[in-house]
């Protein structure tokens, strides 16, 4: 492919990587692949430094390049996450239960790649030559590979349960990092999330709907549905970063990144804490969702919990130790027997795949 | 089939007073004589940044970013009025999967 000089020559690149991941892109006709710009929630920086100030409409009027460095990194992960989430969950078009989850996947596909588009339109048309090599990158790297940027999005989704827990919980996360970009000082980029933001809400309530449905099913059996859920709720737990981040305390001191209830915030923010803070929002969010999901569990059966903060952790200061999903610490070997009893198995995956063929495992929905 | 107003009671919605909302939109519609009229929970309807939403439904009027001060106009509404043009704002493509998802009769 040619370097990419104009938007034009992206979207170019947009339709190669399409193509290369094996997306049918007749399943897209009629969607329109466009930049959407929502509101901001104030015209002035909001929080930081720069607190007061009017937001940044150019890349030029930002201060200084450790600034610029650090925004255009926020932009990058945050693409790099959208087309990763289509390259995981493509090959899960051809076994939908239904017409309805068939039709909403391809939503949810289509606007991830909108929304990757969207932060590629910022960073070819803001950040000059550097952004539109990152613009570039972010269609080369692969979830297959494993070399996308973050860790939940190199996993693999292999079946309707991993998309179901994966967009409750994985999609969750996004919901929190959107919301936090949309108090952003750079403009564009609030524009453009607050936009994202609406739409992300669809993925979320596919996953919690799945959910439900599985449940009310009752086919699949609860303590494989609770493995679903360590290995996607302690692989979100990482989404928001390390205990004591100084890239999310400089991203609020330069006005780039608020907290998640930044708009309602009536105590200064403590930067040392701002993804603790976050990723607290989100296990207390996740729990009432989960209290809603036990609800369906026939008294008999066990009821579905998210995993300890420490277990199974790819960054911070948990990483590597070897604490169960109840966060008691276990020896080496214990541990390692633990794992296979509490996350998915190849076992597992062969029984769920035979529960799944057998078509009865969700409430079914027609189109009607 | 009598007319249900559905109204989403999940997280970010009740944040927004979705609860109050429902306690409210109750009351109008008793003051109102509208005994043909059920105002039901509904977990979500996927625009929670839109909430709180209220379908009225098997009619399919979708209002958006409802507040206590919209609720006469919505009873209006029921009562043989207008339609609120100003809180219809969602998407017509969501629209459509969220009905055909209601049509079910499942969730």
């Known amino acids: ?368 | 089939m009598g007319r249900i107003c559905l109204v989403c009671q999940n997280i970010d919605c009740k944040t927004r007073g979705s609860e109050q909302l429902t306690a409210e939109l109750e009351k109008r519609i008793a003051a109102k004589g509208l005994t043909d009229v059920e105002v039901k929970p509904y977990m979500c309807f996927g625009a929670c940044q839109e909430g709180p939403n209220i379908v009225l439904y098997p009619e399919k009027s979708w209002y958006a970013k409802v507040k206590v001060e919209d609720l006469d106009d919505i009873t209006n509404h029921l009562a043989g009025g207008p339609h609120v043009q100003r809180l219809d704002t969602i998407d017509s493509s969501l629209k459509e999967l969220i009905y055909q998802l209601l049509d079910t009769g499942v969730m």
């Not at chain 1, 094996?22 to 929080?47: M, P, Q, R, V, W």
């Not at chain 1, 932060?119 to 000059?128: H, K, P, R, T």
């Not at chain 1, 692989?235 to 608020?258: C, E, P, Q, R």
Request: hydrophobic share 40%; proline share 3%; net charge negative.
């Open chain 1, 1 to 368: 492919m040619k370097k990419i000089a104009t938007f034009e020559d992206w979207i170019e690149y947009f339709n190669h990587w399409q193509k290369d991941i094996g997306y049918n892109a007749d399943l897209l006709a009629g969607y329109n692949f466009e930049t959407k710009l929502g509101e901001l929630h104030a015209s002035d920086i909001e929080f930081g430094d720069y607190k007061g100030q009017a937001k940044w409409q150019r890349v030029t009027q930002i201060p200084n390049q450790s600034i610029r460095d650090a925004l255009m990194n926020l932009i990058v992960y945050q693409g790099d996450t959208e087309f990763a989430s289509v390259e995981q969950q493509k090959n899960l078009i051809d076994t939908a239960p239904t017409d309805y989850d068939r039709q909403a996947l391809i939503r949810v596909n289509s606007e991830e790649m909108r929304h990757g588009w969207q932060m590629c339109y910022l960073l070819v048309n803001y950040f000059g030559d550097s952004g539109k090599l990152e613009a570039q990158k972010m269609l080369e790297r692969r979830a297959f590979r494993g070399d996308r940027l973050l860790g939940s999005f190199n996993a693999p989704v292999n079946n309707w349960l991993d998309f179901f827990t994966y967009t409750e919980f994985v999609d969750r996360d996004g919901k929190y990092q959107l919301t936090m970009l949309s108090h952003s000082a750079f403009a564009p980029l609030a524009e453009s999330v607050t936009a994202m933001l609406k739409e992300e809400f669809f993925h979320m309530f596919t996953g919690h709907t799945g959910l439900t449905r599985i449940l009310r099913a009752g086919k699949i059996p609860i303590p494989i549905v609770q493995k679903y859920f360590n290995k996607w709720l302690s692989t979100a737990y990482d989404l928001f970063g390390t205990n004591h981040s100084s890239s999310a305390h400089w991203a609020y001191t330069w006005g780039l990144k608020g907290r998640f209830d930044e708009h309602e915030a009536n105590v200064p923010a403590e930067k040392d804490k701002l993804n603790d803070l976050a990723r607290s929002h989100y296990m207390v969010e996740s729990a009432k969702l989960i209290d809603q999901l036990n609800q369906l569990i026939p008294a008999d059966q066990p009821k579905l919990y998210a995993p300890d903060l420490k277990f199974n952790r790819s960054i911070g200061e948990y990483v590597g130790k070897t604490y169960s999903v109840n966060g008691e610490l276990l020896s080496s070997d214990a541990f390692a027997k633990h794992v296979t009893e509490v996350l998915p198995t190849e076992t597992d995956e062969k029984t769920l795949a035979e529960i799944i063929n057998r078509k009865d495992w969700v409430s079914q929905i027609q189109m009607n």
